[in-house]
């Protein structure tokens, strides 16, 4: 087993309850064992030195700053005894072994493993490619190729508006010639100047010929360069397919009934994210199962600086990522009896809708928090579910807009197709009014501002979103402080945009406020519920077309 993986307790565990089941890793409240083992782990990091990571939790250190998430596995031995087992995600100071933590699934990094020989050849041929597309020659008929399509481009652009101004002009002159010339005069005019559309048109013809023949022959000059970087390219393709095969092919899990899977057979219908495997809770579950621990309770925690893109707060606990995490811990855990899967729990049933206003086109309801909006792959109970069988006579979708499952507040309901387009238009154009109010971890030093931040899903660990300046979506946020007390921090949000978890991000992300909402289980830290309610809302009336404001107090 390898004294440096199973480690004991250094306080006392006596009075600490075993869980029942094992710990459901994508949603969970960490076991008072897991807390234990974190803790020592987390007092190892601060006190080792075997090696050297700049986490970033020192501002002052310089260089590159990385956090990196780890995890802790409560496991029993063979003698019974109370233990733990320590894990990080990916690499760690370079290298994927350390004193007190699990190998590695796979380790491709050893110097003689078929990875490594791999890209013994793939190496040079990356740099020979970097070679030939540097070339002065190269470069050069590149830049050519370039500059005779766009004068091609120009030049033939010119003459079609040429040619267009000219066919204007004789047009014009038939309409004036008409007036003042006899038949005869008329229509001697009128074949000169078919004659003038005549070659015009060849003009244009000739030149589409003259600048084609001159593309073609810059495109076969540049394609001597090209035709031999294309043939490595592809020969490193096929090489990268290969090794990426055998990859999947040598990073095999294992289960609690002995079962081996690999990274292809688990990954079946689509290919397997980059890194998948690496993560710290495979690694852990793998040791345990090679050597035949008993499984008793699992959390992982981030050490360091939050990355640009993602929330990650230092010592804070987060679940499984499931793009990378998902499919291999399914193999992984058949057959372990775990905590229920809370997201299958309908956490609205035994909640009601309260009705704020309503007349025959639409109503305003306050939505509880933990309610969906609408029906979710599994759970259909919702308020457009509600909505549809308390007025099974509505048409149309009824659910204007939509609320997160964890805010609460005004939402606004329409009961006819007609009444649902005008309000949906007023949502579109951005001509509804809203507020938020919300209770925050800390202090808020400023007391107002704006918050603009681009957003997109998280691909890897749905429905978290990320911070993406590439490809996210435009969202803004007003804020305003209303009160600070007990160290927390009460605020109006005024969304601009209405981006998913928009104002959940915005202020736990580090360029954001950098303090999440209370009860925040996505991006902070889990509560009783979510301190987030739409409070307020302004909007024009789908019949009367009278300005309606509607304002319900948050109940925290």
């Not at 009075?15 to 083992?37: D, G, M, Q």
């Not at 808020?444 to 990320?466: A, T, Y």
Request: with cysteine.
């Amino acid at each position: 087993m390898g004294k440096n993986c199973f480690t004991y307790f250094k306080a006392s565990t006596e009075n600490i309850e075993l869980p029942k089941r094992f710990t459901f890793p994508f949603y969970y409240e960490p076991h008072p064992l897991s807390v234990l083992a974190a803790k020592e782990l987390q007092e190892h990091l601060e006190t080792q030195t075997d090696w050297e990571h700049n986490f970033g939790i020192n501002e002052e250190t310089e260089g590159l700053r990385i956090g990196k998430m780890f995890g802790v596995l409560v496991v029993k031995n063979k003698k019974g005894e109370l233990g733990y087992l320590s894990a990080f995600s990916g690499k760690l100071a370079e290298s994927n072994h350390h004193p007190k933590f699990v190998p590695p699934v796979f380790d491709m990094l050893t110097e003689d493993s078929f990875f490594n020989q791999g890209m013994k050849i793939l190496n040079p041929m990356n740099r020979q490619i970097e070679v030939l597309e540097a070339e002065s020659a190269f470069l050069k008929s590149k830049k050519t190729l370039k500059e005779v399509k766009e004068k091609a481009t120009e030049t033939i652009q010119t003459a079609k508006t040429a040619a267009k101004i000219a066919k204007k002009e004789r047009k014009a002159k038939r309409v004036e010639a008409k007036k003042i010339l006899d038949a005869a005069a008329y229509e001697a005019l009128n074949v000169e100047l078919s004659k003038e559309s005549t070659r015009s048109n060849y003009v244009i013809k000739d030149m589409n010929r003259y600048w084609s023949e001159r593309v073609s022959e810059q495109e076969a000059e540049l394609k001597v360069f090209t035709d031999e970087i294309d043939a490595l390219k592809q020969k490193r393709k096929e090489i990268s397919a290969s090794l990426q095969q055998q990859l999947f092919d040598q990073y095999t899990f294992l289960n609690q009934a002995g079962e081996h899977k690999s990274l292809g057979a688990i990954f079946v219908d689509v290919p397997p994210i980059a890194g998948a495997g690496e993560c710290a809770a495979p690694k852990l579950l793998q040791y345990a199962f090679l050597n035949e621990l008993e499984l008793i309770s699992m959390a992982e925690f981030w050490w360091g600086k939050s990355p640009k893109s993602a929330i990650r707060k230092h010592q804070q606990y987060y679940p499984a990522c499931r793009g990378k995490c998902k499919p291999i811990l399914g193999h992984m855990l058949n057959g372990v009896e775990t905590d229920d899967n809370p997201m299958l729990v309908n956490t609205a049933m035994g909640q009601e809708i309260s009705t704020v206003y309503e007349d025959e086109y639409m109503l305003v309801i306050n939505k509880p928090a933990e309610f969906l909006s609408v029906p979710g792959k599994i759970i259909e109970d919702s308020v457009q579910f509600r909505m549809q069988l308390k007025y099974p006579d509505a048409t149309g979708p009824m659910v204007v807009h939509r609320l997160d499952m964890s805010t609460s507040g005004l939402m606004i309901i329409a009961k006819s197709i007609e009444s649902y387009k005008f309000l949906q238009q007023q949502f579109i154009k951005r001509k509804v009014k809203k507020r938020y109010v919300a209770l925050l971890e800390d202090l808020v030093e400023k007391d107002e501002g704006l918050i603009n931040l681009p957003l997109r899903v998280d691909l890897e660990d749905r429905p978290r979103q990320l911070v993406c300046y590439d490809y996210g979506k435009n969202s803004q946020t007003k804020w305003k402080v209303i009160d600070r007390k007990n160290g927390q921090t009460r605020m109006h949000f005024f969304p601009i945009t209405g981006r998913t978890h928009q104002l959940r991000v915005h202020s736990a992300h580090p360029l954001g406020l950098n303090i999440p909402i209370i009860g925040d289980d996505l991006y902070g830290n889990k509560g009783d519920r979510l301190h987030l309610h739409a409070e307020f809302i302004e909007f024009m009336h789908p019949v009367s077309k009278e300005m309606m404001q509607i304002e319900v107090a948050a109940e925290f």
